[in-house]
Nanobody, 121 residues
């Protein structure tokens, strides 16, 4: 199974920045790689995603212009750079990969364990 490990969460003041990292095990291909978040009492929501093929990125309206998703395939890493953080960005952030370990294996949709981001003064 594809394995994901997130890191980089923490407590930051409003207006600050954090970079989340997601280390994933080796994959031969992917359909999407993305970051989601969930606050208490709410549903998990998409924050940002990279689509395979053209490498197109998409963002939730709430984070456009402030967050940037990127990946480093040589290091098997996916990142989420978060700038100008707001209290409403407080949530558990999850990495998600939809891909294959090898060409002959089934496609998997895998979630990381989540990392807490708290924006507060």
């Amino acid at each position: 199974q594809v394995q994901l490990v997130e890191s980089g969460g923490g407590l930051v003041q409003p207006g600050g920045s954090l970079r989340l990292s997601c280390a994933h095990s080796a994959i031969s291909s992917f359909r999407t790689m993305g970051w989601y978040r969930q606050s208490p009492g709410t549903q998990r929501e998409l924050v940002a995603v990279i689509t395979s093929g053209d490498g197109r990125t998409s963002y939730a309206d709430a984070v456009k212009g402030r967050f940037t998703i990127s990946r480093d395939p040589a290091k098997n890493m996916v990142y989420l750079q978060m700038n100008s953080l707001k209290p409403e960005d407080t949530a558990v952030y999850y990495c998600n990969v939809d891909g294959r370990r090898a060409a002959w294996t089934a496609r998997e949709n895998v979630w990381g364990q989540g990392t807490q981001v708290t924006v507060s003064s």
